[in-house]
Nanobody
Framework: QVQLVESGGGLVQAGGSLRLSCLASGKIFSDNALVWYRQGPGDQREMVAG???????NYADSVKGRFTISRDSAKNTVYLQMNSLKPEDTAVYYCNADPATIARMALSGMDHWGKGTLVAVSS
């Protein structure tokens, strides 16, 4: 059984910081890369940052130098430290596996998304 529970969102002023957490239960998450996605008002969901099971990271250009992704495998948790927040960072943030893993899960009907956590940045 897989479970995704995001938390840590809130309302913050531009320039502020937030730390998001995601409990990602299930062997498929511990064995694969984890990704933070976001979906802003009227936008499609986009990848923000990813981290492999070995700790390698990558970031969207729009958040490089401001966001940091990390994971604690013992706690099945992935984090997103967000600094220097901008109004354009306003979105619902979700965590999940990488797109290829999600596609494999979908073949067996196991793909799943959590409820996300809302980040609102005021100017």
């Amino acid at each position: 059984q897989v479970q995704l529970v995001e938390s840590g969102g809130g309302l913050v002023q531009a320039g502020g910081s937030l730390r998001l957490s995601c409990l990602a239960s299930g062997k498929i998450f511990s064995d694969n890369a984890l990704v933070w996605y976001r979906q802003g008002p009227g936008d499609q969901r986009e990848m923000v940052a990813g981290i492999t099971s070995g700790g390698g990271t990558n970031y969207a250009d729009s958040v490089k130098g401001r966001f940091t992704i990390s994971r604690d495998s013992a706690k099945n948790t992935v984090y997103l430290q967000m600094n220097s927040l901008k109004p354009e960072d306003t979105a619902v943030y979700y965590c999940n596996a990488d797109p290829a893993t999600i596609a494999r899960m979908a073949l067996s009907g196991m793909d799943h998304w959590g409820k996300g956590t809302l980040v609102a940045v005021s100017s």
